[in-house]
C-alpha cells in the first residue's frame, strides 16, 4: 500500500524544492526613470501610491494618537500653524501670530477667504468651535491635556461652563488664546493635529460618524475611505496656496503588513514609495548603486529602552539599574537589524531639537556593571556562575514587536551579570494594563514617539513624578526625583532658550546616571522612491509630507506589469459585467 | 494476511521516521557545536550583517540573533515530541473517558426538564447576575410555578420538555467546544497564568484536543455495547463500570491507540500554529512553531530559517500518520 | 421529523448561547484596559479616565452582561431611523432587532463591520470548499479506480503528506512561487474589480482547499472501494456495465454523503476560522477582524465575531445533520 521508499521520495523532492525555490534570489529591479529628471519645474497631475504596515484609526482631528494617523489628518485639515521642515512651528491657517501679555496669550491673525472643502468660508468662529469641539468633556480625545494651560480650561472641562473662555472672537479673522501660565510648548502642541479647523458640518460636539471635511491641502472623497484597506485623498482645488497641492490624488494601502508585500508592490511600481522594507531588501536597496538618490534613512522620531520600576526590587537599589544600563551591549541589538536601527544612550535622541552631542550618556562597560553589582550587595561571578539576584526578573512585552528580538540580546547580557531575565510575553492591551499600573510589571520595554519635537516631551511624562498614576501612569519606572521636577517645572516657563537648553541637559545626566530607564536604540524607517516621485522629503515630525511633491512620469509610461492571466480575466469578466 | 504485510510497511516507515526524531532529539544537543541560546556575534554574522546560512560551523545557518539553527532545531524536536506525547495523554484520557460514557449511555431514558423550569433557570441567572436579586428568585418561583400548575391540571404542554440524558449533555459540551475561539481560550489561559510554560502549552492543546477522540469512541462503543459477551455481562447483573473497564474498554483499544497516534501528529501541529501565532510557549525557548515565526518575514533572504523547522514538522507529524495509518492497517479496523 | 429538527434547533441555540457567555466572561477576566487601547499608550490619564466612562466600562461585570443579553435580540420597528440613538447599532431583520453595540476601536456598529466581512469569508469558504470537493472526488476516484496499483500507492502517500503540512507552510510555499517567482496571481490582498477578486481569491482558497482535499481524498477513496466490493456492483460489471459508469453510479453516490458532510462542517468551521490564511493573504474576512479585535481588547467586535463564528458552525452542523437524514435513508440518527 505505502512504500517507505515513496515516502521518502516525496519528503527529499520537498526539501530539495524549498531549499531550490529558497535559493535562488532575483535580482533587484531598476528603478523607474523620471521623464525629464534635469528639469526642476514641478508638473501638476497624477496620483501617488503609498503603503502603510500601520492602520489609520480615525479621520477626526481630537481623536487621533499616533503619529501616521495624525500626519493624514494634517493633510485634510489645516491648523493655525503648523511644523516647518526643520521642526519649527510657522503660521499655517493664520498669516501671523503675536504673542502679547508678555507670552499669556497668542493672537492668531487669519488668512482671508479661505474656504473649507464644503464651500464655507473660514473665519475665527470656526477656529473657536473647532477647539471647543476638540476639548470637549464628550469628547473621547487622547490628547486633551496638552492644552491645559488655555485659561478656563478646568472649568470647560469639567462641564462647569459650556464655553472656553481662554479662546476669544475678536473680529472676523482675529483670534486671541490667553494662557493662565506661560507655556513654552502650547505652540507646539497647537500644530499637532487635535485643534485643526473643522467644517461647520462637523457640529459642535463628538458624533463618531463624522465624514471628514476641513480646510487642508487634500480632502476625503464618499467612499474614498475603505476601512482597514485603503485611504484616497484627493486634490482641493480651492486649497489657500495657491499651486499647491501638485498630486491629484495621494493614496494607502493600509495594514500591508507584509514586507515582502511591499517590496514586490514597490518593484511592479504599483506603490511608488516603500518604507517597511525586510531587513535584506534593505540592504540591497542600499548596496545598488542605481537606487543611490533615490533611498533615504528618516529623521529619528523617538527611542526605545528598557524601563525598570523604581518600586520593585532589585530596580529600587540604584546601583542595579546602573549595572543593567551598562551591561547591556547597545552595538549587538543594533546589529540585529542594522540598517534601520541607531544606537540611543540617552532620553532625548539624536536629531531632536535639545540633544546634547557632548554627553555620552549611558555606555556598555562589563566590568564596570559587575562593580556596580557587586556594590549593590550581589556579586556576580561568571567563572562559577554564582551570585547575582537570586529570583528571576519578569519582563513583559508584546508580540508581534521588534523586542521580541531585541530582548533575546538583552537577556544574554544581563545573564552576565548574575541577572535571569524571563520574558513575559502577552498582547498589547495585557501589556498597557500591567505596565500603566502600580506594581504590576517589573521591566519592560518602552519607548516615546514625539508629539512634537521638544526635549520636554521627552522627559516630562516619562520621568517626571507628576506623571505617576496609580492606573495610568507613564512615568513607567515610578521614578520620583525632586530636583529633576523642580528643573522641569523651571523650564517650561522660561523664556530664555540658552537657560533652557542648559536645564534640560542638566536633567538628562541625572537620568542617566540614575537609570531609571536603560536607553537601547532609536528605529528609522528607511525609505525607496522611485525616480519620478520628486521632492520627497523627510519632515521631523510628520509621516507623508506630501503636498509639495510631483510627479514626472509621461501617462501611462511605467510598465504595469501586469501578469497576462490577469489582465485577460479581467478584461473577460470586466465585459461580462 | 495481505493487508497485515502493507500496514507493516506504512508502520515500518512512520516507525523509522520516530524513531529518527527521538534520537535527533535526544543527541542533537549533545553533537551540536553551538549552544541553542547563545548568539554569536562574531562567527554568525556575515559582513552585510545578516544571519550566515549553512556552513561549516552553523550546519543549519544562523538565526535572526546569530544563534545556531542545528542545535535550535535539535532542541525543539524535544520540545515538540515530548508535548505532542503528554498532551495526547491528557486529551485520550479525557476523550476516551467522555466518548466511552457518552456512547454506553447513548439513547438511554435519561430525565425530562421541562421548559418552564428550564427558562425560569436560565432567566434567574442572567437577573442575579445583573445584580437583581429579588427578580432572579421571582424568576424560579415563575418557572416552578408554571410546573406545578402543569401537572396539576394536567395541561400537557406546561409540563412538556426536552429529554436529556449524559449522552446529550456530554455531546453539547462536545459542539460548544467546537463552537468555540480557539485564540480567545489560548490567550486567556496564558494570560491568566504569568507564563506561558510547555505545561500550561499541554494543558491547553489537552482540554482542546480531545474532542474529535470522544467522537471517534463513542461510535467504537456503541458498536462495541451490542456484542454478545457485553450483553450476557449486562445480563448477569454487572454493575456499569465494571463492564466498562473490564469489557467495553479492550474492544475499543485499538481504535483508541490509533487515534492516540494521529493525535500526537495533530498535537505537534497544533503546538507548531501556536507557536506561529506567538501564543506558544515564551523565548527563547526554541520550539518549532517558534522558529518559524522569527524566520517567516526574513525568508525571501534566508529560507534555510524556514525550510529547517518547516521540513521537521512535516516529516515529524508525516511519521506518527503513518504509524497510525500502519495500526489501522495492522489491526484491520474500518474509519 | 419536524420535533427532531426543532429540538436540535433549540440544542443549537443552547450551544451559541453558552460559547457567547463564556467568550463574554473569559474576555473580562483577561487583565487588559479596552480604554487605553482606544486612547493610545501616550495619553494622560485624565483622558482615558473620561474614555473608560464613555465606553461604559466602568460598570461592573454582571451589569455589563445583563446590558448587553438583553440589547442582543429585541423588538423595534422594522426601518430604523439613522437618528435614533437608541437603535443606531441595531440591525433589522423584519421587527427583529440584533444590536451588538459599538466597536471601542473603529467606533461603527458592529453589525455594520460584520455585514462587510462575513460574505468574503463565506466565498472564502465556499471556494475552499468546492475545491476540496473537486479535488478529494477526483483523485478519491482515480484511486479507487486503480486500487493495489502503484497510483494509489502514490495518492495515498500524497494524502498523507498533505495532511502533515500545516496551512501557513502550504500557503507561503504556493504565495512564492505563483505570485513572487511566477507573478501568474496577486501577492494577496481582495482587488478591485471583480476579476481581480477573482484571482485574489485562488491562492487562498487553494491553500484551505488542499489540506481538506487530503482527508476528503481517503474518505472518497475509502467509501468507493467498499461500495466497489460490493455484490450489485460487481454484477452491473459482470453485466457489461462501463468502469466510469459502475464507478460514478455506485461508488460515489456512496461516497457523496460523507463528503458532503465533511463539506458542510468544514464550511462552517472555515467561515470565521480561516486566520492563519487570511493573516498570510491579507484577506478582509472574519478571521483578520476577529484576531484585531481580540489583541485591541475590542469587546463587543469579539462578542460580535465569536457570535457568528459560532452560529456558522452550529448551523453548518444543524443543516449536515438533517440533511444527512434526509439524503441518505438508511440513517436515522
Same mark, same amino acid.
Given at each position: 500500500?505505502?512504500?517507505?521508499?515513496?515516502?521518502?521520495?516525496?519528503?527529499?523532492?520537498?526539501?530539495?524544492?524549498?531549499?531550490?525555490?529558497?535559493?535562488?534570489? $532575483?535580482?533587484?529591479?531598476?528603478?523607474?526613470?523620471?521623464?525629464?529628471?534635469?528639469?526642476?519645474?514641478?508638473?501638476?497631475?497624477?496620483?501617488?501610491?503609498?503603503?502603510?504596515?500601520?492602520?489609520?484609526?480615525?479621520?477626526?482631528?481630537?481623536?487621533?494618537?499616533?503619529?501616521?494617523?495624525?500626519?493624514?489628518?494634517?493633510?485634510?485639515?489645516?491648523?493655525? %500653524?503648523?511644523?516647518?521642515?526643520?521642526?519649527?512651528?510657522?503660521?499655517?491657517?493664520?498669516?501671523?501670530?503675536?504673542?502679547?501679555?508678555?507670552?499669556?496669550?497668542?493672537?492668531?491673525?487669519?488668512?482671508?477667504?479661505?474656504?473649507?472643502?464644503?464651500?464655507?468660508? &473660514?473665519?475665527?468662529?470656526? *477656529?473657536?468651535?473647532?477647539?471647543?469641539?476638540?476639548?470637549?468633556?464628550?469628547?473621547?480625545?487622547?490628547?486633551?491635556?496638552?492644552?491645559?494651560?488655555?485659561?478656563?480650561?478646568?472649568?470647560?472641562?469639567?462641564?462647569?461652563?459650556?464655553?472656553?473662555?481662554?479662546?476669544?472672537?475678536?473680529?472676523?479673522?482675529?483670534?486671541?488664546?490667553?494662557?493662565?501660565?506661560?507655556?513654552?510648548?502650547?505652540?507646539?502642541?497647537?500644530?499637532?493635529?487635535?485643534?485643526?479647523?473643522?467644517?461647520?458640518? !462637523?457640529?459642535?460636539?463628538?458624533?463618531?460618524?463624522?465624514?471628514?471635511?476641513?480646510?487642508?491641502?487634500?480632502?476625503?472623497?464618499?467612499?474614498?475611505?475603505?476601512?482597514?484597506?485603503?485611504?484616497?485623498?484627493?486634490?482641493?482645488?480651492?486649497?489657500?496656496?495657491?499651486?499647491?497641492?501638485?498630486?491629484?490624488?495621494?493614496?494607502?494601502?493600509?495594514?500591508?503588513?507584509?514586507?515582502?508585500?511591499?517590496?514586490?508592490?514597490?518593484?511592479?511600481?504599483?506603490?511608488? %514609495?516603500?518604507?517597511? &522594507?525586510?531587513?535584506?531588501?534593505?540592504?540591497?536597496?542600499?548596496?545598488?548603486?542605481?537606487?543611490?538618490?533615490?533611498?533615504?534613512?528618516?529623521?529619528?522620531?523617538?527611542?526605545?529602552?528598557?524601563?525598570?520600576?523604581?518600586?520593585?526590587?532589585?530596580?529600587?537599589?540604584?546601583?542595579?539599574?546602573?549595572?543593567?544600563?551598562?551591561?547591556?551591549?547597545?552595538?549587538?541589538?543594533?546589529?540585529?537589524?542594522?540598517?534601520?536601527?541607531?544606537?540611543?544612550?540617552?532620553? %532625548?535622541?539624536?536629531?531632536?531639537?535639545?540633544?546634547?552631542?557632548?554627553?555620552?550618556?549611558?555606555?556598555?562597560?562589563?566590568?564596570?556593571?559587575?562593580?556596580?553589582?557587586?556594590?549593590?550587595?550581589?556579586?556576580?561571578?561568571?567563572?562559577?556562575?554564582?551570585?547575582?539576584?537570586?529570583?528571576?526578573?519578569?519582563?513583559?512585552?508584546?508580540?508581534?514587536? =521588534?523586542?521580541?528580538?531585541?530582548?533575546?540580546?538583552?537577556?544574554?547580557?544581563?545573564?552576565?551579570?548574575?541577572?535571569?531575565?524571563?520574558?513575559?510575553?502577552?498582547?498589547?492591551?495585557?501589556?498597557?494594563?500591567?505596565?500603566?499600573?502600580?506594581?504590576?510589571?517589573?521591566?519592560?520595554?518602552?519607548?516615546?514617539?514625539?508629539?512634537?519635537?521638544?526635549?520636554?516631551?521627552?522627559?516630562?511624562?516619562?520621568?517626571?513624578?507628576?506623571?505617576?498614576?496609580?492606573?495610568?501612569?507613564?512615568?513607567?519606572?515610578?521614578?520620583?526625583?525632586?530636583?529633576?521636577?523642580?528643573? &522641569?517645572?523651571?523650564?517650561?516657563?522660561?523664556?530664555?532658550?540658552?537657560?533652557?537648553?542648559?536645564?534640560?541637559?542638566?536633567?538628562?545626566?541625572?537620568?542617566?546616571?540614575?537609570?531609571?530607564?536603560?536607553?537601547?536604540?532609536?528605529?528609522?524607517?528607511?525609505?525607496?522612491?522611485?525616480?519620478?516621485?520628486?521632492?520627497?522629503?523627510?519632515?521631523?515630525?510628520?509621516?507623508?509630507?506630501?503636498?509639495?511633491?510631483?510627479?514626472?512620469?509621461?501617462?501611462?509610461?511605467?510598465?504595469? @506589469?501586469?501578469?497576462?492571466?490577469?489582465?485577460?480575466?479581467?478584461?473577460?469578466?470586466?465585459?461580462?459585467? | 494476511?495481505?493487508?497485515?504485510?502493507?500496514?507493516?510497511?506504512?508502520?515500518?516507515?512512520?516507525?523509522?521516521?520516530?524513531?529518527?526524531?527521538?534520537?535527533?532529539?535526544?543527541?542533537?544537543?549533545?553533537?551540536?557545536?553551538?549552544?541553542?541560546?547563545?548568539?554569536?556575534?562574531?562567527?554568525?554574522?556575515?559582513?552585510?550583517?545578516?544571519?550566515?546560512?549553512?556552513?561549516?560551523?552553523?550546519?543549519?545557518?544562523?538565526?535572526?540573533?546569530?544563534?545556531?539553527?542545528?542545535?535550535?532545531?535539535?532542541?525543539?524536536?524535544?520540545?515538540?515530541?515530548?508535548?505532542?506525547?503528554?498532551?495526547?495523554?491528557?486529551?485520550?484520557?479525557?476523550?476516551?473517558?467522555?466518548?466511552?460514557?457518552?456512547?454506553?449511555?447513548?439513547?438511554?431514558?435519561?430525565?425530562?426538564?421541562?421548559?418552564?423550569?428550564?427558562?425560569?433557570?436560565?432567566?434567574?441567572?442572567?437577573?442575579?447576575?445583573?445584580?437583581?436579586?429579588?427578580?432572579?428568585?421571582?424568576?424560579?418561583?415563575?418557572?416552578?410555578?408554571?410546573?406545578?400548575?402543569?401537572?396539576?391540571?394536567?395541561?400537557?404542554?406546561?409540563?412538556?420538555?426536552?429529554?436529556?440524558?449524559?449522552?446529550?449533555?456530554?455531546?453539547?459540551?462536545?459542539?460548544?467546544?467546537?463552537?468555540?475561539?480557539?485564540?480567545?481560550?489560548?490567550?486567556?489561559?496564558?494570560?491568566?497564568?504569568?507564563?506561558?510554560?510547555?505545561?500550561?502549552?499541554?494543558?491547553?492543546?489537552?482540554?482542546?484536543?480531545? &474532542?474529535?477522540?470522544?467522537?471517534?469512541?463513542?461510535?467504537?462503543?456503541?458498536?462495541?455495547?451490542?456484542?454478545?459477551?457485553?450483553?450476557?455481562?449486562?445480563?448477569?447483573?454487572?454493575?456499569?463500570?465494571?463492564?466498562?473497564?473490564?469489557?467495553?474498554?479492550?474492544?475499543?483499544?485499538?481504535? =483508541? !491507540?490509533?487515534?492516540?497516534?494521529?493525535?500526537?501528529?495533530?498535537?505537534?501541529?497544533?503546538?507548531?500554529?501556536?507557536?506561529?501565532?506567538? *501564543?506558544?510557549?515564551?523565548?527563547?525557548?526554541?520550539?518549532?512553531?517558534?522558529?518559524?515565526?522569527?524566520?517567516?518575514?526574513?525568508?525571501?533572504?534566508?529560507?534555510?530559517?524556514?525550510?529547517?523547522?518547516?521540513?521537521?514538522?512535516?516529516?515529524?507529524?508525516?511519521?506518527?500518520?503513518?504509524?497510525?495509518?500502519?495500526? @489501522?492497517?495492522?489491526?484491520?479496523?474500518?474509519? | 421529523?419536524?420535533?427532531?429538527?426543532?429540538?436540535?434547533?433549540?440544542?443549537?441555540?443552547?450551544?451559541?448561547?453558552?460559547?457567547?457567555?463564556?467568550?463574554?466572561?473569559?474576555?473580562?477576566?483577561?487583565?487588559?484596559?479596552?480604554?487605553?487601547?482606544?486612547?493610545?499608550?501616550?495619553?494622560?490619564?485624565?483622558?482615558?479616565?473620561?474614555?473608560?466612562?464613555?465606553?461604559?466600562?466602568?460598570?461592573?461585570?454582571?451589569?455589563?452582561?445583563?446590558?448587553?443579553? %438583553?440589547?442582543?435580540?429585541?423588538?423595534?420597528?422594522?426601518?430604523?431611523?439613522?437618528?435614533?440613538?437608541?437603535?443606531?447599532?441595531?440591525?433589522?431583520?423584519?421587527?427583529?432587532?440584533?444590536?451588538?453595540?459599538?466597536?471601542?476601536?473603529?467606533?461603527?456598529?458592529?453589525?455594520?463591520?460584520?455585514?462587510?466581512?462575513?460574505?468574503?469569508?463565506?466565498?472564502?469558504?465556499?471556494?475552499?470548499?468546492?475545491?476540496?470537493?473537486?479535488?478529494?472526488?477526483?483523485?478519491?476516484?482515480?484511486?479507487?479506480?486503480?486500487?493495489?496499483?502503484?497510483?494509489?500507492?502514490?495518492?495515498?502517500?500524497?494524502?498523507?503528506?498533505?495532511?502533515?503540512?500545516?496551512?501557513?507552510?502550504?500557503?507561503?510555499?504556493?504565495?512564492?512561487?505563483?505570485?513572487?517567482?511566477?507573478?501568474?496571481?496577486?501577492?494577496?490582498?481582495?482587488?478591485?474589480?471583480?476579476?481581480?477578486?477573482?484571482?485574489?481569491?485562488?491562492?487562498?482558497?487553494?491553500?484551505?482547499?488542499?489540506?481538506?482535499?487530503?482527508?476528503?481524498?481517503?474518505?472518497?477513496?475509502?467509501?468507493?472501494?467498499?461500495?466497489?466490493?460490493?455484490?450489485?456492483?460487481?454484477?452491473?460489471?459482470?453485466?457489461?456495465?462501463?468502469?466510469?459508469?459502475?464507478?460514478?453510479?455506485?461508488?460515489?453516490?456512496?461516497?457523496? $454523503?460523507?463528503? *458532503?458532510?465533511?463539506?458542510?462542517?468544514?464550511?462552517?468551521?472555515?467561515?470565521?476560522?480561516?486566520?492563519?490564511?487570511?493573516?498570510?493573504?491579507?484577506?478582509?474576512?472574519?478571521?483578520?477582524?476577529?484576531?484585531?479585535?481580540?489583541?485591541?481588547?475590542?469587546?463587543?467586535?469579539?462578542?460580535?465575531?465569536?457570535?457568528?463564528?459560532?452560529?456558522?458552525?452550529?448551523?453548518?452542523?444543524?443543516?449536515?445533520?438533517?440533511?444527512?437524514?434526509?439524503?441518505?435513508?438508511?440513517?436515522?440518527?
Amino acid at each position: 500500500m505505502l512504500s517507505a521508499r515513496a515516502i521518502e521520495r516525496t519528503l527529499v523532492a520537498l526539501a530539495t524544492s524549498l531549499v531550490v525555490l529558497g535559493g535562488c534570489n $532575483a535580482a533587484l529591479e531598476a528603478p523607474f526613470a523620471a521623464a525629464h529628471p534635469d528639469d526642476e519645474t514641478p508638473r501638476r497631475g497624477g496620483t501617488l501610491h503609498l503603503a502603510s504596515i500601520a492602520d489609520i484609526a480615525t479621520l477626526d482631528p481630537p481623536i487621533a494618537s499616533d503619529m501616521f494617523t495624525s500626519s493624514v489628518i494634517r493633510l485634510v485639515y489645516a491648523g493655525l %500653524v503648523d511644523f516647518d521642515r526643520n521642526g519649527n512651528v510657522v503660521p499655517d491657517l493664520a498669516s501671523r501670530v503675536d504673542e502679547v501679555d508678555d507670552g499669556l496669550a497668542y493672537r492668531f491673525t487669519l488668512r482671508q477667504g479661505v474656504r473649507f472643502h464644503d464651500g464655507a468660508e &473660514l473665519t475665527a468662529s470656526d *477656529v473657536k468651535r473647532s477647539i471647543e469641539r476638540a476639548l470637549s468633556p464628550t469628547t473621547p480625545s487622547p490628547t486633551a491635556s496638552f492644552y491645559q494651560s488655555i485659561e478656563g480650561y478646568d472649568a470647560y472641562a469639567s462641564k462647569k461652563t459650556p464655553h472656553l473662555e481662554g479662546v476669544e472672537v475678536e473680529g472676523r479673522y482675529l483670534v486671541l488664546i490667553r494662557l493662565h501660565e506661560r507655556d513654552s510648548t502650547f505652540l507646539p502642541a497647537l500644530a499637532m493635529a487635535a485643534l485643526r479647523v473643522t467644517c461647520p458640518s !462637523a457640529g459642535e460636539s463628538y458624533s463618531p460618524s463624522l465624514s471628514a471635511c476641513g480646510a487642508g491641502p487634500f480632502r476625503v472623497m464618499p467612499g474614498g475611505w475603505e476601512r482597514g484597506r485603503t485611504l484616497t485623498l484627493v486634490r482641493n482645488e480651492s486649497y489657500f496656496r495657491p499651486g499647491l497641492p501638485y498630486l491629484d490624488a495621494v493614496t494607502w494601502q493600509l495594514n500591508a503588513s507584509n514586507p515582502a508585500s511591499q517590496a514586490f508592490k514597490f518593484s511592479r511600481g504599483e506603490i511608488d %514609495v516603500v518604507r517597511d &522594507l525586510s531587513q535584506t531588501d534593505t540592504i540591497r536597496y542600499e548596496g545598488d548603486p542605481r537606487w543611490k538618490s533615490f533611498v533615504a534613512l528618516e529623521p529619528v522620531h523617538g527611542m526605545q529602552g528598557d524601563s525598570m520600576n523604581t518600586e520593585i526590587p532589585p530596580f529600587d537599589n540604584v546601583e542595579v539599574r546602573r549595572a543593567v544600563a551598562a551591561a547591556i551591549d547597545r552595538d549587538h541589538i543594533v546589529m540585529l537589524k542594522s540598517s534601520n536601527l541607531t544606537a540611543v544612550t540617552k532620553p %532625548v535622541p539624536p536629531g531632536m531639537p535639545g540633544y546634547d552631542p557632548h554627553f555620552e550618556g549611558q555606555r556598555y562597560d562589563y566590568a564596570a556593571a559587575l562593580a556596580h553589582m557587586k556594590k549593590a550587595g550581589y556579586p556576580f561571578d561568571p567563572a562559577t556562575g554564582q551570585g547575582g539576584w537570586p529570583a528571576p526578573i519578569v519582563y513583559d512585552l508584546a508580540r508581534p514587536s =521588534l523586542q521580541e528580538l531585541t530582548a533575546m540580546s538583552m537577556q544574554q547580557d544581563l545573564a552576565k551579570i548574575g541577572l535571569r531575565v524571563q520574558l513575559r510575553i502577552s498582547s498589547l492591551p495585557t501589556l498597557y494594563s500591567l505596565t500603566h499600573r502600580r506594581g504590576k510589571s517589573q521591566m519592560s520595554p518602552q519607548g516615546w514617539e514625539e508629539d512634537f519635537p521638544d526635549p520636554s516631551n521627552f522627559l516630562e511624562p516619562l520621568f517626571s513624578s507628576k506623571s505617576i498614576g496609580e492606573e495610568d501612569t507613564l512615568n513607567y519606572a515610578f521614578y520620583r526625583n525632586a530636583a529633576v521636577d523642580d528643573a &522641569l517645572a523651571r523650564a517650561r516657563s522660561e523664556r530664555d532658550p540658552a537657560a533652557r537648553a542648559r536645564l534640560y541637559e542638566q536633567t538628562e545626566r541625572v537620568i542617566c546616571d540614575e537609570a531609571p530607564w536603560a536607553f537601547e536604540f532609536a528605529y528609522r524607517f528607511f525609505q525607496a522612491h522611485q525616480p519620478y516621485v520628486r521632492n520627497l522629503h523627510g519632515h521631523p515630525v510628520w509621516i507623508a509630507d506630501v503636498t509639495d511633491v510631483w510627479l514626472d512620469r509621461e501617462r501611462d509610461a511605467v510598465a504595469r @506589469k501586469e501578469a497576462p492571466l490577469l489582465r485577460a480575466l479581467s478584461a473577460g469578466l470586466g465585459v461580462a459585467r | 494476511m495481505t493487508s497485515r504485510w502493507r500496514g507493516s510497511r506504512a508502520a515500518r516507515a512512520g516507525l523509522s521516521i520516530v524513531v529518527a526524531l527521538a534520537v535527533f532529539a535526544t543527541i542533537g544537543p549533545l553533537v551540536a557545536p553551538h549552544d541553542a541560546f547563545t548568539s554569536d556575534f562574531t562567527n554568525g554574522v556575515s559582513p552585510l550583517h545578516t544571519p550566515i546560512g549553512p556552513s561549516r560551523h552553523f550546519w543549519l545557518g544562523a538565526d535572526r540573533i546569530y544563534r545556531d539553527e542545528f542545535a535550535r532545531l535539535a532542541v525543539g524536536a524535544r520540545l515538540s515530541l515530548a508535548i505532542g506525547m503528554l498532551a495526547t495523554l491528557l486529551a485520550t484520557a479525557i476523550g476516551a473517558t467522555v466518548g466511552v460514557v457518552s456512547g454506553w449511555f447513548e439513547g438511554s431514558e435519561g430525565t425530562r426538564i421541562p421548559w418552564s423550569i428550564g427558562i425560569g433557570s436560565l432567566g434567574a441567572v442572567v437577573l442575579a447576575l445583573a445584580g437583581h436579586g429579588g427578580w432572579a428568585v421571582l424568576a424560579i418561583a415563575i418557572g416552578l410555578a408554571v410546573r406545578v400548575t402543569g401537572e396539576l391540571a394536567r395541561i400537557e404542554p406546561l409540563k412538556r420538555g426536552p429529554r436529556v440524558n449524559v449522552d446529550m449533555l456530554l455531546m453539547r459540551m462536545v459542539d460548544v467546544g467546537l463552537a468555540f475561539p480557539f485564540l480567545l481560550l489560548v490567550m486567556a489561559i496564558s494570560a491568566a497564568l504569568d507564563h506561558t510554560t510547555a505545561t500550561t502549552v499541554v494543558l491547553v492543546l489537552g482540554a482542546t484536543g480531545w &474532542l474529535g477522540t470522544a467522537r471517534v469512541l463513542r461510535a467504537k462503543t456503541m458498536q462495541v455495547r451490542s456484542l454478545d459477551f457485553v450483553l450476557a455481562a449486562r445480563a448477569l447483573g454487572r454493575s456499569t463500570p465494571g463492564i466498562l473497564l473490564r469489557h467495553v474498554l479492550p474492544n475499543v483499544s485499538g481504535v =483508541l !491507540a490509533i487515534a492516540a497516534t494521529i493525535s500526537v501528529a495533530q498535537m505537534i501541529l497544533a503546538e507548531s500554529i501556536l507557536g506561529y501565532l506567538g *501564543v506558544g510557549i515564551a523565548p527563547p525557548a526554541p520550539t518549532w512553531g517558534r522558529m518559524l515565526y522569527e524566520g517567516q518575514d526574513y525568508y525571501l533572504a534566508g529560507p534555510w530559517l524556514v525550510a529547517a523547522p518547516a521540513t521537521a514538522i512535516i516529516a515529524a507529524v508525516l511519521g506518527f500518520h503513518l504509524l497510525g495509518e500502519g495500526l @489501522k492497517d495492522a489491526l484491520g479496523a474500518r474509519d | 421529523m419536524i420535533r427532531r429538527a426543532l429540538s436540535r434547533m433549540a440544542w443549537a441555540l443552547a450551544v451559541v448561547w453558552a460559547v457567547v457567555t463564556i467568550t463574554f466572561f473569559v474576555n473580562e477576566v483577561i487583565p487588559s484596559d479596552p480604554a487605553r487601547m482606544v486612547a493610545g499608550p501616550q495619553a494622560r490619564p485624565q483622558e482615558v479616565a473620561r474614555i473608560r466612562e464613555q465606553l461604559g466600562l466602568d460598570r461592573p461585570v454582571a451589569a455589563r452582561y445583563a446590558i448587553f443579553a %438583553v440589547r442582543l435580540v429585541h423588538f423595534g420597528t422594522s426601518e430604523i431611523d439613522p437618528k435614533d440613538p437608541k437603535h443606531a447599532t441595531c440591525a433589522a431583520f423584519g421587527p427583529v432587532h440584533v444590536d451588538l453595540g459599538r466597536s471601542y476601536v473603529q467606533r461603527r456598529p458592529v453589525v455594520t463591520i460584520l455585514a462587510e466581512r462575513l460574505p468574503r469569508s463565506a466565498l472564502l469558504a465556499a471556494a475552499a470548499v468546492a475545491v476540496q470537493m473537486i479535488l478529494g472526488v477526483a483523485f478519491g476516484l482515480f484511486a479507487a479506480a486503480r486500487r493495489e496499483t502503484v497510483w494509489d500507492m502514490a495518492t495515498v502517500a500524497a494524502t498523507l503528506v498533505g495532511a502533515s503540512i500545516p496551512t501557513f507552510l502550504t500557503g507561503l510555499a504556493l504565495q512564492y512561487v505563483f505570485a513572487y517567482r511566477l507573478r501568474w496571481l496577486p501577492f494577496d490582498g481582495y482587488g478591485k474589480t471583480t476579476g481581480a477578486q477573482v484571482t485574489a481569491l485562488v491562492l487562498p482558497a487553494v491553500t484551505l482547499g488542499l489540506f481538506g482535499a487530503a482527508f476528503a481524498t481517503r474518505l472518497v477513496r475509502d467509501e468507493v472501494s467498499a461500495a466497489l466490493a460490493l455484490d450489485h456492483a460487481r454484477t452491473a460489471r459482470a453485466k457489461g456495465a462501463s468502469r466510469l459508469g459502475v464507478l460514478v453510479r455506485h461508488g460515489l453516490r456512496n461516497a457523496l $454523503a460523507p463528503v *458532503v458532510t465533511v463539506a458542510g462542517i468544514d464550511f462552517g468551521q472555515l467561515v470565521g476560522g480561516a486566520i492563519v490564511v487570511e493573516t498570510l493573504f491579507r484577506w478582509p474576512g472574519l478571521g483578520l477582524v476577529s484576531v484585531s479585535a481580540l489583541l485591541d481588547r475590542d469587546g463587543p467586535l469579539i462578542m460580535g465575531t465569536v457570535l457568528v463564528t459560532s452560529i456558522a458552525v452550529v448551523v453548518a452542523n444543524l443543516v449536515v445533520d438533517l440533511g444527512y437524514v434526509w439524503l441518505d435513508p438508511r440513517v436515522r440518527v
